[in-house]
């Protein structure tokens, strides 16, 4: 900026030496308020690099020719001498970095495992990383953390088989970001979260899982198709039980309406031979009688049928009948 002023004063002055129309009394004149001009414009210039600011979500470090403060400036204005000292800030918001990360499993699989850390510095301590690292997350990223998780996840996958890395990822996950956090804070670099984005297996390996769930999937189905005939069985073997019952029960029901039936004839014959005593049989034979006695040959002897006496008295006189001649042999 003074450099660019210093330009401007001496182009007017050769303007005005080209010209030759100024006295001497008026160029001192122009001098005199040259140089004034250029003393407020270097005063403001050295009052406008007298402080600074440190926005939110940073931290600042006062550095005074090459050496920095240790302790770090919290958000907002800050004096710093012109020239000689100026402010680092450094971003202590919370940030995401993405690795890929090469592994060999327990039983030798090739694992790729994506990674992603939340992370951000320790914003007191600031000072202490940039004076081991850097400034910039850039920085911190490929000194530390890279390695860092590079180096953990190789570990800790090869405490896992490929299968266990899919049955236990919960516990693989577990373990790394443990080893993370502790690995990173003894940096001054708090981690607030580790996801395990993605697990990649090589080829070969797909395709034996791949051809495990197929014979998973064609066993369950198997399973699925027994049960259901053995369902189907069950039912066939309920309805066979439901219509044994039921020709039971239909036939139990025919036997109960005989029973019944012999019964009720039972107590009918009962019925009527306790009313049909001899002498309502007498009666009845009376009643129906004609009063004509039958006529019986017994080869050349005709005989009568005689009545009982006691039907004898109960009925009127009947005349006398011929008797029946015999057939001739």
């Known amino acids: 900026m003074l450099y660019k002023l210093y330009l401007v004063i001496r182009n007017i002055f050769l303007v005005l030496k080209v010209k030759k129309v100024l006295d001497a009394t008026e160029k001192r004149t122009l001098i005199a308020l040259g140089l004034m001009v250029f003393l407020l414009v270097s005063i403001g210039g050295l009052a406008w690099m007298s402080f600074d600011i440190v926005r939110p979500g940073e931290r600042g470090v006062y550095v005074f020719l090459g050496k920095s403060d240790e302790e770090a400036l919290p958000e907002g204005f800050h004096w710093k001498v012109p020239l000689m000292a100026k402010i680092v800030k450094i971003n202590v918001r919370q940030v995401v970095f993405d690795q890929k990360a090469e592994a060999s499993s327990k039983d030798l699989q090739t694992v790729y495992t994506g990674i992603a850390v939340n992370y951000f510095p320790t914003p007191d301590v600031v000072w202490k990383l940039f004076l081991d690292v850097g400034h910039a997350n850039a920085t911190w990223e490929n000194?530390?953390?890279?390695?860092?998780?590079?180096?953990?996840?190789?570990?800790?996958?090869?405490?896992?088989?490929?299968?266990?890395?899919?049955?236990?990822?919960?516990?693989?996950?577990?373990?790394?970001?443990?080893?993370?956090?502790?690995?990173?804070?003894?940096?001054?670099?708090?981690?607030?979260?580790?996801s395990i984005t993605d697990f990649k297996f090589n080829k070969p390996f797909n395709d034996a899982i791949e051809a495990k769930?197929?014979?998973?999937?064609?066993?369950?189905?198997?399973?699925?198709?027994l049960i259901q005939v053995e369902v189907d069985a069950k039912q066939l073997i309920v309805k066979a039980n439901a219509e044994r019952q039921a020709t039971i029960h239909i036939a139990e029901g025919k036997a109960r309406e005989i029973e019944l039936l012999t019964e009720a004839e039972a107590k009918f014959h009962a019925t009527l031979a306790k009313v049909l005593t001899p002498s309502s049989l007498q009666l009845r034979f009376i009643e129906r009688w004609n009063g004509i006695l039958p006529k019986v040959s017994a080869g050349n002897e005709p005989f009568e049928v005689t009545l009982p006496q006691s039907l004898l008295e109960s009925t009127p006189p009947v005349p006398k009948t011929q008797p029946v001649l015999s057939e001739k042999k």
């Open 213 to 225: 769930q197929i014979a998973e999937q064609r066993a369950k189905q198997a399973e699925n198709e």
């Open 143 to 194: 000194v530390l953390l890279r390695p860092a998780i590079q180096e953990i996840t190789k570990a800790i996958t090869a405490r896992f088989t490929a299968e266990e890395l899919i049955t236990k990822r919960a516990e693989a996950k577990r373990q790394i970001t443990k080893e993370i956090i502790g690995r990173l804070v003894r940096e001054n670099i708090n981690v607030s979260e580790v």
